[in-house]
């Protein structure tokens, strides 16, 4: 079982721009591929796991959510990389369109996603990390049993000026590179207990 680092997309990853409607509006941040890169090479298996409630919202479809992992694919191929995963949740309790609209175990911060990628990559998540811009991220680490990593980037730093009580990351560091850094510098937890 490898560990792993699943990373949010959208302030994490890519800059937030509301509803990621366009390709043209996808931006990834300068540091995101060397960060994919630098963990992949250190023996994580990198996955993605995202909300993607503009799905049930009808303002994006399923297809270019799709070709938005296909142009992150393409991007990370590049320099010679990939992700070993991409999971996404489309649903919402209050979904416009009926067919997306439920409570699931996959929306974030509900474990669902983590738990799929970690029976489909053979995971262990006890040695493994969340890095997001979200406190539904850390939370998302914790109710997987992996650490989370709040970034700075996209809500980030909002988000930390007001933490949910009872809930704390593990660190809270500026970029995503620098949430790589601060992994690799991290002693495995034990599992022996």
Known sequence: ??????LDR????NEDVGYLDRLERLRLFPWSLDAVRLLRRAGYSVVVVTNQGGV?????????????????????GAIGERLD???Q????????????RRQCDCRKPLPGLVHRAARDLDLDLKRSFVVGDKWSDV???RAAGARGVLVRTGYGRSQEQAPP??????????????????????PPPDTTG
């Open 1 to 6: 079982m490898r560990p792993a680092v699943f």
């Open 10 to 13: 959208d302030g994490t990853l």
């Open 56 to 76: 049930a919202r009808g303002f994006v479809r399923e297809a270019f959510v799709d070709e938005v992992r296909r142009v992150i694919d393409q991007r990370l």
């Open 85 to 87: 995963g991409h999971y």
């Open 89 to 100: 949740c489309p649903h919402e309790p209050h979904a416009a369109i009926t067919a997306y």
């Open 139 to 141: 939370a998302l680490a």
């Open 165 to 186: 009580a009872g809930l704390r990351p593990d660190a809270v560091v500026d970029t995503l590179m620098d949430a790589a850094s601060w992994i690799l510098r991290e």
